[in-house]
């Protein structure tokens, strides 16, 4: 079946523009995550989403914004870029508790100069 | 504050021989601890979890210890191959939710 699905792979903004990124989760999942990995930093969690409610959320400021459709897709958004938002940003889902790991897609590579 | 910790950014591992990642915590509120294994360009891949009432939980060549009282995690795999070369994350489970805190990660080489 296929795997969790993020677009684009690459994308180069420019600071004070703004993106949305999209995920395709595994079919039939309805947890949908978000985070942000930056060399240093790790992964850090931006928020979660459940049958389109976010559930919950992680320390950004709300230049970050996120939404789930009918479907389980989801998108992210981030507003006025700036230089420090540059990083790979991982959607993750899943259809049972976390315990049992999300799946992860391979990631869309911010590059904001 | 990073709540969860991996102090060795790196690990060199001779083929065959045990290769043990580690992680501190400083957060009790957490249920559930999971491992990770990252290739370049792809997403992290789930390994294998233990709940915080267990201190052992083994899946094939993988096996986690936790030790609550130390507040630390270890992951051990027996025996090392050049296909484990890759990073290696721990990550936390929140308290009765979905949201994990992730360490920084450990980058393991198996070497022949």
């Known amino acids: 079946k296929a795997g969790v699905t993020q677009t684009p792979r690459y994308l180069i903004k420019t600071r004070g523009q703004q993106v949305t990124l999209s995920c395709s989760p595994i079919?039939?999942?309805?947890?949908v995550s978000w985070y942000q990995q930056t060399p240093g930093q790790g992964l850090q969690f931006l928020f979660e989403?459940?049958?389109?409610?976010?559930?919950n959320k992680g320390n950004f400021p709300g230049r970050f914004s996120g939404r789930q459709f009918s479907n389980s897709r989801s998108e992210m958004n981030v507003s006025t870029l700036e230089l420090g938002d540059s990083a790979l940003y991982l959607c993750?889902?899943?259809?049972?508790?976390?315990?049992?790991?999300?799946?992860f897609g391979s990631g869309t590579r911010l590059t904001v100069v | 504050d990073q709540q969860v910790k991996q102090n060795s950014p790196s690990l060199s591992v001779q083929e065959g021989r045990i290769s043990i990642l580690n992680c501190d915590y400083t957060?009790?509120?957490?249920?559930?601890f999971l491992w990770y294994k990252k290739y370049p360009a792809e997403g992290p891949t789930f390994l294998i979890s233990?709940?915080?009432?267990?201190d052992k939980n083994e899946d094939g060549r993988f096996t986690v210890f936790l030790n609550k009282s130390a507040k630390h995690l270890s992951l051990h795999i027996v025996p090392s191959q050049p296909g484990d070369s890759a990073v290696y994350f721990c990550?936390?489970?929140?308290?009765?939710?979905?949201?994990?805190?992730f360490g920084t990660g450990t980058r393991l080489q198996v070497f022949p």
């Open positions: 993750a889902s899943s259809s049972q508790t976390v315990n049992y790991g999300y799946t």
């Open positions: 079919s039939g999942h309805r947890s």
């Open positions: 989403y459940f049958s389109e409610t976010q559930r």
């Open positions: 957060n009790s509120m957490f249920d559930y």
């Open positions: 233990i709940s915080s009432i267990k």
């Open positions: 990550a936390a489970a929140v308290y009765n939710t979905d949201k994990l805190i």
